[in-house]
């Protein structure tokens, strides 16, 4: 599967995360212009978008951005999607000016313990029917 340029960002997260699911809610709702997709990685685009960029289908610990076929994960993708959303989460984009390997460690440091703080579903969350068509599934 090919993203091809000036189409719309693909963001691909855990579907079956609490905290994943609730930060794709938070972007839906300050994403008015509905400039991003979504995909969960666990689903059959979500699963193709990994393989296609090089990354492992088994990854479902990171927040991967694809945009303009180059792929974004962990910190660095989700600074990249606050420059875009509505109100003043683009000035969260300083925080790049922390070394990426900080950055890194203190979201791995979450996506470790995400389940055991904001727990888990058996399946992958289902978007409300106005948001349904921002989705890839």
């Known amino acids: 599967m090919t993203h091809t340029p ?19 809610q938070f972007i839906l709702k300050r994403d008015r212009r509905g400039i991003f ?9 979500g699963q193709s978008l990994l393989r296609h960029s090089g990354l492992p289908a088994d990854q ?15 910190s660095a993708g ?21 070394p990426r390997p900080l950055r890194d ?7 470790r313990r995400r389940y055991r703080w904001f727990g888990k579903n058996d399946s992958c969350w289902l978007p409300s029917p106005e948001w349904k068509s921002r989705f890839l599934e």
């Open 6 to 24: 000036g189409a719309s960002p693909i963001i691909l997260f855990d579907g079956v995360c609490h905290l994943c699911s609730s930060s794709v």
């Open 37 to 45: 997709r979504f995909a969960s990685l666990q689903s059959e685009v």
């Open 60 to 74: 479902l610990d990171s927040f991967v951005l694809v945009e303009n076929n180059k792929v974004y994960t962990r």
């Open 78 to 98: 989700a600074l990249r999607v606050c420059r875009k959303l509505d109100g003043a989460w683009p000035l969260l984009s300083f925080f790049r000016i922390i």
């Open 105 to 111: 460690a203190v979201y791995n440091w979450i996506a």
